[in-house]
């Protein structure tokens, strides 16, 4: 005979006086067969000492309850993207060139910025000129023609900058730090 269990997951509070159980707090469960299903009940400890005498149940057990950390934000925001593209192009580096070039591609598939046009330059350059769809502003980007062999570094440099816990970039418009670092001196209190 198959028999199907529909056993729910440790509760958020107790069952018996409805405290919300806090970050390694100890809890009792206890497990009753209720018109053949199976019935999962958690305790505070205070709860669980009038509650064990009268009805130990089909089985029990304790556990220590821990807070699940919060879940990473794995969304890229468009205003992230957005801004670290309008950082890079006023810095003017050539050498994030293919940096610029996949935040504009993102920016394009997300429909924040339309390609107006792509021009080929008589140096043998290409750019794309996109417009941004809201405010209407030009952004003219310089294809850097990433082969293949480059695709997947560049991509993940991206991700890197565009990672919610990324170490500042060399060169960002960043915030200086709040207490700068104490000036070396040279031991002889002057």
């Not at 509760?11 to 206890?30: I, N, P």
């Not at 792509?118 to 043998?124: L, T």
């Not at 209407?136 to 993940?156: K, S, Y």
Request: charged residues 30%.
């Amino acid at each position: 005979m198959i028999q199907e269990w529909d056993i729910k997951p440790l509760a958020k509070s107790c069952t018996g006086c409805t405290k919300a159980f806090e970050d390694r707090q100890e809890y009792y469960t206890r497990l009753s067969d209720q018109s053949g299903n199976y019935q999962r009940s958690d305790f505070c400890s205070t709860c669980w000492a009038r509650e064990e005498p009268v009805d130990p149940g089909y089985s029990n057990w304790n556990g220590v309850f821990r807070i699940p950390p919060a879940e990473p934000d794995r969304k890229v925001r468009k205003e992230t993207t957005e801004t670290i593209l309008r950082e890079l192009m006023e810095q003017g580096d050539p050498s994030r060139g293919e940096i610029i070039y996949i935040l504009a591609v993102m920016l394009e598939r997300q429909r924040v910025l339309v390609e107006q046009k792509v021009e080929d330059r008589p140096d043998g350059a290409r750019r794309v000129i996109y417009a941004h769809r809201k405010t209407g502003e030009t952004f003219i980007v310089p294809d850097p023609g990433i082969g293949a062999e480059r695709l997947e570094t560049v991509q993940q440099e991206v991700m890197h900058l565009l990672a919610p816990d990324a170490p500042p970039r060399p060169g960002s418009i960043a915030e200086p730090p709040a207490n700068p670092p104490p000036e070396p001196t040279d031991g002889l209190g002057s």
